[in-house]
């Protein structure tokens, strides 16, 4: 584990998003949120009901604040994040970096998701759509958004990718998995591979990736760094979730993944484990949200979190991290100490 002592740069609030040598915010921001509904069959995959001129407002305050990274995906709102960050950026474009991400189907629509398309001519379709809804001509950053795709696939779509960077259609590349194999695999193979995006938040150290990450010179784009919301402390007693919310899904019934929230309530589990290091991440006069967003910034100097947000007030209190910077590493070690042992 790298610990607090190289995380300097977020005291700066700017981090290098890996090989790319492309200086960002040390924090970005979420917008999956920002994309409304998306359904596929009675399944929800989005946020809920969303009000599009308090996202903008949220966007552009966060821009104020000094965040430069949004990161977004085709599939998110099936196409509506991408729309409502373009409209929000307007006009700034030089001064941003975008991420956006490909793999997923949907119907611009009907708000419908289908299933994942790993295809080198879905990429290139997806890539003009984007391009198209956020009103630019580039991205910064594109994502293989498909984490459990086979390795082959995804290398059989690096030669594709290059020829998009050559192109100037994109100016890098990365793969947003939970797998530290297929992580290691993809950056080996790409030169322009500079980033994995990756669950990752104080509730769980995904130190495997993070290493993948450190020795082969990526960011580490913290995905869930609030734990889908937990680690807003909002959710401590036992509200549940709006509807239309991705977190809702009964229980049993949700994705693997969907482990902090149960039935639209915040899991007991990890509520407890939330209560262990509250006191020391709101210390120094922080909120927990920026407790936890201090922990990654300590974590590793390739770490960048990208906390999601729908309100201006979300923002602000987000963003309030740069100011702050990293916990210490006495801090530190008292997280682990609770957490891990």
């Keep these: 584990m790298t610990g607090p002592g190289a995380a300097t740069g977020a005291r700066t609030g700017t981090r290098t998003l890996g090989r790319s040598g492309i200086e960002v915010s ?14 596929a069959g009675a399944e929800e995959w989005g946020w809920g009901q969303v009000d599009d001129q308090e996202s903008i407002a949220a966007l552009r305050r966060a821009f104020d604040l000094g965040a430069t990274f949004f990161d977004t ?5 099936a ?64 994502q293989f958004h498909v984490g459990d795709a086979p390795v082959p696939v995804a290398l059989d779509l690096i030669g594709t990718l290059d020829e998009l ?9 990365g793969w947003s998995t939970d797998d530290p194999e297929r992580a290691e695999a993809f950056a080996k193979a790409g030169a322009g591979c500079t980033a994995i995006q ?92 920026q407790g936890a967003l201090a922990w990654l910034l300590a974590r590793s100097p390739a770490g960048i979190p990208i906390p999601g947000c729908r309100t201006v007030a979300q923002v602000e209190e987000n963003l309030g991290v740069l100011a702050s910077g990293p916990l210490t590493p006495q801090e530190f070690a008292q997280v682990e100490a609770a957490l891990r042992g």
């Design 198 to 289: 990756h669950d990752h938040s104080v509730l769980h150290d995904a130190a495997e990736l993070v290493a993948v990450c450190e020795a082969q010179g990526l960011a580490s784009i913290a995905r869930g760094p609030l734990a889908m919301g937990l680690l807003s402390g909002k959710y401590a007693d036992g509200r549940r979730v709006g509807e239309l919310d991705v977190r809702g899904h009964a229980i049993g019934e949700g994705p693997a993944w969907m482990t902090y929230f149960a039935g639209g309530t915040g899991s007991s589990r990890w509520l407890a484990q939330v209560d262990a290091v509250r006191d020391v991440l709101t210390s120094g006069g922080r909120t927990l949200a």
């Design 165 to 173: 960077v050559a192109a100037g259609k994109i100016r890098s590349y």
């Design 73 to 77: 995906a085709s599939n998110y709102g």
């Design 79 to 142: 196409g509506h994040s991408e729309v409502v960050l373009g409209r929000a950026l307007a006009g700034h474009r030089q001064e941003v970096v975008i991420a956006s991400k490909w793999g997923w189907t949907f119907d611009e629509t009907t708000r419908q998701g289908g299933p994942a398309d790993d295809s080198a001519a879905y990429l290139r379709s997806c890539l003009d759509g984007s391009l198209r809804r956020l009103g630019t001509d580039y991205i910064d950053l594109y």
């Design 26 to 39: 040390a924090v970005g921001v979420g917008c999956w949120a920002i994309g409304g509904p998306l359904h």
